[in-house]
T-cell receptor
């Protein structure tokens, strides 16, 4: 069964450093999502792509976060500079149909 | 804007007993409703979903949920808890008009007592 791939699974970085996460969606899924999940809370959407275009980035802190999906397949989420409050799980999901999102295993980020 | 309320962050249930997790939603348009499960340090797995049609929805691992429009609820149940049900459970809502943006509740951490 196809799965959403994410790397790295765990990342520890120091405050003010740059960090990047990678996501490879399920083949054929045109829509890709990045979520942030703070410990003890539900995921919150950061950015949504339809193919290579951003369709919703209203909750993305654009002063330090950026996301791209250049060829409409895999995607990278970057934080520069990282802050202590960015410590969280970053989840990627993809979907083909409107109401079925499939989640990857996530990247656990710790900022020290 | 859509939102979900899940009360009681931690839920303890005895093995073999009924599992009941409550979810109330707010939506100005007909909603799509979902329950996801998350095991430690893993992503979310879809348990079940309601889009249209039958209001009683059956999912994986013996879980089911009932959409009650009059109560704006979508409570999750399982007749008999198993040790493997220990996990975090999230209710989520999206609209049916193509937005597909999921709004999640804060989750319920389920502990199964032997």
């Amino acid at each position: 069964e196809a799965e959403v791939a994410q790397s790295p699974r765990y990342k520890i970085t120091e405050k003010s450093q740059a960090v990047a996460f990678w996501c490879d969606p399920i083949s054929g899924h045109a829509t890709l999502y990045w979520y942030r999940q703070i410990l003890g809370q539900g995921p919150e959407l950061l950015v949504q792509f339809q193919d290579e275009s951003v369709v919703d980035d209203s909750q993305l802190p654009k002063d330090r976060f950026s996301a791209e999906r250049l060829k409409g397949v895999d995607s990278t989420l970057k934080i520069q500079p990282a802050e202590l409050g960015d410590s969280a799980m970053y989840l990627c999901a993809s979907s083909r149909r409107q109401y079925e999102q499939y989640f990857g295993p996530g990247t656990r980020l710790t900022v020290t | 804007a859509q939102s979900v309320t899940q009360l009681g962050s931690h839920v303890s249930v005895s093995e073999g007993a009924l599992v009941l997790l409550r979810c109330n939603y707010s939506s100005s348009v007909p909603p799509y409703l979902f329950w996801y499960v998350q095991y430690p340090n893993q992503g979310l797995q879809l348990l079940l979903k309601y889009t249209t049609g039958a209001t009683l929805v059956k999912g994986i691992n013996g879980f089911e949920a009932e959409f009650k429009k009059s109560e704006t609820s979508f409570h999750l149940t399982k007749p008999s808890a198993h040790m493997s049900d220990a996990a975090e459970y999230f209710c989520a809502v999206s609209d049916s008009y193509g937005n597909n943006r999921l709004a999640f509740g804060k989750g319920n951490q389920v502990v199964v007592i032997p």
